[in-house]
């Protein structure tokens, strides 16, 4: 298994450019989730899936897009990127009435300027 | 507000030596509380869970122990490494979250030197 994998591992991006992050995992996982972490803080949400077509806001979802058409894949959409969205992204998952173990993967680092 | 504060921020030690991280909460009631380990440049790794039941865990040389009395929970390294470096996080899920509402602290970052 590959566990969670990430694309890409760095971007730099424009200000009001967009882009996708990707995000799939081959362990059949119900639960994914999109958190962003910032220097010196904890993660924070952004956006989480119970399922294929199931997906809900987080604690910061503002200027972004999640969908989750397969089990296996949940990209993440950034719309008109601000210095704001600066940050390291991860990707993670997670098999509900498991062991609660979540599986994060090697993230993305994000420049906006 | 549920939070979860971590100490020290930052901590030196010397190889082989033990060393001990603090992770207090205010959430309340909760279903679980996790420690997972970041090397820099990678995703958290789980270390531990421990249910709202349970006093201790060990993951070979690291040992957890939660007082949910207090709201506290520390890790225990024991006999250092030079690949322990890495920052440890603490997590707690509250009861009535699900598996959604993870609220993660800042982290500890730890420094292992020869």
């Known amino acids: 298994n590959a566990g969670v994998t990430q694309t890409p591992k760095f971007r730099i991006l424009k200000i009001g450019q967009s882009m996708t992050l990707q995000c799939t995992q081959d362990?059949?996982?119900?639960?994914m989730y999109w958190y962003r972490q910032d220097p010196g803080m904890g993660l924070k949400l952004i956006y989480y899936?119970?399922?294929?077509?199931?997906?809900d806001k987080g604690e910061v979802p503002n200027g972004y897009n999640v969908s989750r058409s397969t089990t296996e894949d949940f990209p993440l959409r950034l719309e008109l990127a601000a210095p704001s969205q600066t940050s390291v992204y991860f990707c993670?998952?997670?098999?509900?009435?498991?062991?609660?173990?979540?599986?994060f993967g090697p993230g993305t680092r994000l420049t906006v300027t | 507000k549920n939070q979860v504060e971590q100490s020290p921020q930052s901590l030196i030690i010397l190889e082989g030596k033990n060393c001990t991280l603090q992770c207090n909460y205010t959430v309340s009631p909760f279903s679980n509380l996790r420690w997972y380990k970041q090397d820099t440049g990678r995703g958290p790794v789980s270390l531990t869970i421990?249910?709202?039941?349970?006093n201790t865990k060990s993951n070979g040389r690291y040992t957890a122990t939660l007082d949910a009395d207090t709201k506290q929970s520390s890790l225990h390294i024991t006999a250092s490494q030079l690949s322990d470096s890495a920052s440890y996080i603490c997590?707690?899920?509250?009861?009535?979250?699900?598996?959604?509402?993870?609220?993660f602290g800042a982290g500890t970052r730890l420094a292992v030197h020869p």
């Open positions: 421990m249910t709202f039941s349970e």
């Open positions: 993670a998952s997670l098999l509900s009435g498991g062991t609660y173990e979540q599986y």
């Open positions: 997590v707690v899920s509250p009861f009535s979250g699900g598996y959604n509402k993870l609220i």
């Open positions: 899936s119970v399922g294929a077509g199931i997906t």
């Open positions: 362990m059949n996982h119900n639960y």
